[in-house]
């Protein structure tokens, strides 16, 4: 049974951002703003917690250098105030089905980070903290009231466990207590589920090889899904045609290519053609670099499901300002089938291209969010504006706007022209 999709984060404590800053997800969500602002910051603790819970082995209560975000060492994560780390981070994860879990991490010199709270919240009301030092009757408080006592009755203790990023309620003796499950550990697995369910983008993609391996390819994409990106085209050759069909119109729709086929080479390779009339097929790695760097985020978009969370950074690297206009109706259509969309961007194209959308009709403006991210003088800290589309596409006045930045770089141009022209 699927669970509903990531509602809404918020990180305190890690790297620039000091205090709580939130960001709600709709279907299609925007995050932008300068350089070192934050942006990645707001999205890499989810990141942690997807390595850690796909390991293949238990990582500990957080794996730090992984797949998706390599990170060498805890102090990297903290936030540093004054020169001096803060000591804790905290992500929380919220689902459109109001289950909400929020983990608390801290420093350790001698475990490196340990999991020092977790609270788990639902729509039934309960609102649940849970840490590893907890015992006795602190642990049945967190309990419903009716099972702590029949458990008690019978001589059973709890203790807490951590699993993985989590922690849960165990009891001992087990025998006889199946029936048992504590609701804060039923939140816990319906965020992880999410998570695991998350596909991951990142801005740095690789260049294209000639032939690429044929990894197994399922319902989750454990690490950064540009691993999977043949292997998913391979099997759409074979069992979705009308896949690939959507992805050779994506792509034309950012006058790439207008079709994408995979042949297999060998007995584990597989090399990926593109249409480059006139010379007909080509591989890949021997066409622009615009087109490998593009396709990712298409086969991304095309393989995620409804409340599945497509967190795509910079899909409009490598692009013709054109393409970046039209990579808009591209995440749109995502967004209109029920996909969480996550877009960190540097493009006003892109963004004048989603205002334009939805000023046409084509795209809801209550399907859209968008939050900008500053650094804050004197402090560096981090700190978000949000804000919403009107039915005309405008979003009001943001901190900083992409159009000032376009239209001082144009004048300062004219500027100089006019100051040439004179001597």
Not at 219 to 233: H, L, R, S
Not at 305 to 314: G, P, R, T
Request: aromatic share 4%; charged share 25%.
């Amino acid at each position: 049974m699927r669970v509903a999709g990531i509602r809404s984060i918020t990180v305190a404590g890690f790297k620039s951002i000091r205090r709580a800053q939130t960001i709600e997800l709709r279907p299609l969500t925007i995050l932008a703003g300068a350089n070192n602002s934050g942006k990645s910051s707001i999205m890499q603790p989810l990141l942690l917690l997807k390595q850690t819970l796909e390991a293949p082995f238990d990582p500990g209560p957080l794996r730090l250098d992984g797949p998706n975000v390599p990170i060498d060492s805890v102090n990297e994560v903290l936030h540093c105030g004054a020169g001096k780390p803060v000591g804790r981070f905290s992500v929380e994860v919220a689902l459109a089905n109001y289950d909400a879990c929020s983990l608390e991490f801290r420093g350790s010199s001698r475990k490196g980070i340990e999991i020092a709270a977790m609270i788990a919240r639902n729509a039934r009301g309960m609102d649940a903290r849970v840490s590893p030092a907890m015992t006795g009757q602190a642990l049945h408080r967190v309990l419903k009231a009716d099972v702590a006592r029949r458990t008690r009755d019978r001589g059973i203790r709890w203790s807490v466990v951590r699993q993985r990023c989590f922690l849960n309620l165990e009891a001992q003796p087990a025998n006889g207590l199946a029936w048992l499950v504590w609701d804060g550990a039923i939140v816990a697995a319906n965020v992880g589920s999410q998570i695991e369910r998350m596909l991951h983008v990142p801005g740095s993609r690789p260049k294209p090889a000639r032939v690429h391996g044929i990894g197994a390819v399922g319902d989750k994409f454990p690490g950064a899904f540009t691993d999977y990106v043949a292997g998913v085209i391979d099997r759409w050759q074979g069992v979705r045609p009308d896949k690939l069909r959507e992805l050779g119109e994506g792509m034309a729709r950012l006058a790439l290519t207008s079709r994408v086929e995979a042949r297999r080479v060998g007995g584990s390779g597989v090399e990926i053609l593109v249409a480059a009339s006139p010379q007909g097929l080509l591989n890949l790695a021997n066409v622009g670099l615009g087109v490998s760097q593009a396709l990712p985020a298409m086969v991304a978009l095309l393989t995620a499901e409804a409340d599945d969370l497509v967190y795509l950074e910079e899909p409009e690297i490598h692009l013709h300002p054109r393409a970046q206009s039209a990579m808009a109706s591209v995440l749109a259509d995502a967004a209109r089938r029920g996909v969480i969309v996550v877009a960190e961007t540097h493009s006003s194209l892109l963004l004048r291209g989603v205002q334009t959308l939805v000023a046409k009709g084509e795209l809801k403006p209550e399907l859209v969010k968008l939050h900008w991210f500053q650094r804050r003088a004197p402090d560096g800290c981090t700190r978000v504006h949000s804000t919403d589309l009107d039915d005309k596409g405008a979003f009001g006045d943001w901190p900083e706007d992409f159009d000032d930045v376009s239209w001082d770089a144009a004048r300062e141009y004219l500027d100089a022209v006019e100051s040439a022209s004179v001597r």
